[in-house]
């Protein structure tokens, strides 16, 4: 008899076998200032996760529930969805960030029950309406010990719902994406089949906001793969690669901005003395591709996904050389299926998506194909290449400006730090394209001219806006929501500098 598909489990029959087989293995290390180095084994990992399982149960809650969770980066975090999970209960990250209308808005649109958070956060989360709010990390050892030893684990389904988990609402009101065991497992999976082919050797470091999406799926993979994954309290350029140094890391993911903050960093001796064997990353900056391969020694490897789709397109070890500095996306994972609609608008299909958005009408067409939202072309060898987002083009004089290709090129700049380029009002033009740039000592003038030697005329912006920091989303990339709420125009006439040669 063939041996199941790894997507035909849970991520609780994922658990429960690791447990079994490397019980005395680290699953999780947190590097966490305040608390030093926290090492959860694979053995605690399921008897916390147990404990928490049991003592919600005896709360009320229970399967097909929605739960809350906004505990920041500690091992309570992960512990706590794993525990909902093995409930049959969904998670509903909330961003640390959040104040009240915000968690207001996320726990009534998913009519989350309860709310698993750090004491913090309590008043802000009751202020909000929440009716319960647990600290999972203050439940008496020997409480959780009992929980867990009470604790008789249901049959689980491989396509119940595991995450309400919103967006980042960088272009709107955040939507509450439902994710199943076989999302998460789909895209574990596809990378010990594909690359970057995870094994039990590996260590993976993670340093995002949990509440994100990407270091759950680095718990996802690091589970099927039996390998120890390595959490920090956050992204910090400085001592980044320090960290990566010292736990003997093997494989990280990063995207948006952190490369370039990466490089912004003064050079180190230490730069080349690692154990990485790969990066993959999301918008490698096409400029700075070749130069982050020659600093630390190692392949930058792009991939593309999204949290309605998991992981979609991905650079293969085959083709990395020909393709750094191309900005090429490279070719669908073995699970799924991409195409270009009449638009030019990137199209996905296959298993591992999504349901739906909780509440919404369903974004599928009847043939299953999700539009993403972003633009894209194909070579004649079939792999694809981002070229701009719909909803973030700038119409200026009858010229479509891809915002995207404006901040690539700003970006390359050395001096530029953060740099997101939007479209404002214009009597005679319609739009003109104005940047936001944090970029010190650098005058607008030298980064027009920059722009203007890479640019065709149409695409170089006219007004630059310089700014200390840009607000960023938990993912690194910067809330362009921000930027555009409000007055718009008013803050490009009393901020902005007009370049026009």
């Known amino acids: 008899m063939p041996e199941p598909s790894p997507t035909d489990a849970t991520l609780v029959d994922h658990l429960l076998a690791a447990a079994v087989e490397r019980p005395d293995d680290d699953a999780w290390v947190f590097d966490l200032p305040e608390h030093g180095v926290e090492r959860w084994t694979y053995a605690r990992v399921a008897e ?8 919600l149960r005896r709360r009320g809650v229970a399967a097909g529930h929605r739960v809350g969770l906004m505990l920041g980066n500690s091992p309570w975090m992960p512990a706590a969805w794993l525990a909902l999970q093995r409930l049959g209960a969904a998670a509903v990250p909330l961003n640390v960030r959040y104040r009240a209308a915000d968690a207001a808005h996320v726990l009534a649109d998913a009519e989350a029950r309860l709310v698993l958070a750090g004491a913090e956060h309590a008043d802000l989360l009751r202020e909000a309406g929440a009716a319960d709010v647990l600290d999972p990390a203050e439940i008496p050892a020997e409480v959780l010990a009992e929980a867990a030893r009470a604790w008789e684990q249901p049959a689980t389904d491989p396509d119940a719902v595991v995450n309400v988990q919103y967006t980042s609402g960088t272009t709107g009101r955040p939507k509450g994406c439902v994710l199943t065991h076989r999302y998460w497992t789909t895209l574990g999976a596809s990378m010990l089949t594909g690359f970057p082919r995870l094994t039990a050797d590996d260590v993976l470091l993670t340093a995002q906001p949990f509440h994100y999406v990407d270091p759950q799926w680095n718990v996802v993979a690091a589970l099927m793969a ?32 952190m490369p370039t903050l990466l490089l ?11 154990r990485v064997r790969a990066v993959q990353c999301s918008a490698i900056p096409p400029a700075l591709h070749a130069e982050l391969e020659e600093r630390w020694g190692v392949g930058w490897y792009e991939a593309f996904g999204m949290t309605e789709t998991g992981a979609d397109l991905r650079v293969e070890a085959d083709e990395h050389d020909e393709l750094v500095g191309t900005g090429c996306l490279g070719r669908p994972a073995a699970h799924r299926e991409a195409r270009l609609d009449e638009q030019g608008q990137l199209l996905l299909r296959g298993p591992g998506m999504m349901t739906g958005y909780l509440g919404l009408p369903s974004p599928f067409d009847a043939d299953g194909w999700f539009p993403t939202g972003d633009l894209a072309r194909q070579d004649a060898a079939g792999r694809f290449y981002l070229s701009g987002r719909l909803k973030d083009m700038i119409r200026r004089s009858g010229e479509n400006v891809a915002a995207v290709e404006v901040e690539e090129t700003l970006l390359a700049h050395p001096g530029v730090r953060l740099a997101a380029v939007v479209g404002v009002p214009d009597d005679l033009r319609g739009e003109e394209v104005c940047a936001f740039v944090v970029a010190p000592g650098v005058a607008p003038t030298e980064l027009r001219a920059w722009c203007a030697e890479r640019l065709a005329p149409f695409k170089v912006p006219r007004w630059w806006v310089p700014r200390e920091d840009l607000p960023l989303t938990a993912s690194q990339r910067v809330e362009k929501g921000l930027l555009r709420a409000g007055d718009l125009a008013g803050v490009v006439a009393r901020e902005a500098v007009e370049v026009t040669a």
């Open 264 to 274: 912004r960093m003064p050079a180190d001796p230490a730069d080349r003395t690692h």
């Open 48 to 55: 916390v996760s147990a404990g928490i399982a049991e003592t």
């Open 226 to 257: 039996r390998a120890r994954l390595v959490a920090l309290d956050g992204f910090h350029p400085s001592s980044f690669w320090a960290k990566v140094r010292e736990h003997e890391v093997t494989y990280f993911y990063c995207l948006a901005s």
